[in-house]
């Protein structure tokens, strides 16, 4: 079993910044490919950026060029460094973990549009930006 536990959500102002941490435990070594989704009210959950070891990345458009993902393996974390942020970012944002799925086997679009190839999933953090 995998565990997955995130922090660091919060509120900013319109053009500040955040970072998302997420936690895993338990049956870490067979999740090859993680990720940010985030549901606003509403609306559907979505992707928002996915990370694999071997070093595949991929972001939404919504994301890029504002939004970074990144692990560090030894600590088992995963992070999303939020910057630029606008009002329409505010959700609840997930971290999920896919166990034995290869990010580079398929497209971005692909792989954050499907959300049933994550397997685990975290509580949730809030994000909340104001104007």
């Known amino acids: 079993q995998v565990q997955l536990v995130e922090s660091g959500g919060g509120s900013a102002q319109s053009g500040g910044s955040l970072r998302l941490s997420c936690a895993a435990s338990?049956?870490?070594?067979?999740?090859?490919?993680t990720g940010w989704f985030r549901q606003a009210p509403g609306k559907e959950r979505e992707g928002v950026a996915a990370?694999?070891?071997?070093?595949?990345?991929g972001y939404a458009d919504s994301a890029k060029g504002r939004f970074t993902i990144s692990q560090d393996n030894a600590k088992n974390t995963l992070y999303l460094q939020m910057n630029s942020l606008k009002p329409e970012d505010t959700a609840m944002y997930y971290c999920?973990?896919?166990?034995?799925?290869?990010?580079?086997?398929?497209?971005?679009?692909?792989?954050?549009?499907?959300?049933?190839?994550?397997?685990?999933w975290g509580q949730g953090t809030q994000v909340t930006v104001s104007s």
């Open positions: 338990g049956y870490t070594d067979s999740l090859y490919c």
């Open positions: 990370i694999g070891r071997n070093g595949f990345i």
């Open positions: 999920a973990a896919a166990a034995g799925l290869r990010c580079y086997t398929m497209s971005t679009v692909q792989l954050l549009g499907v959300l049933s190839r994550f397997g685990y």
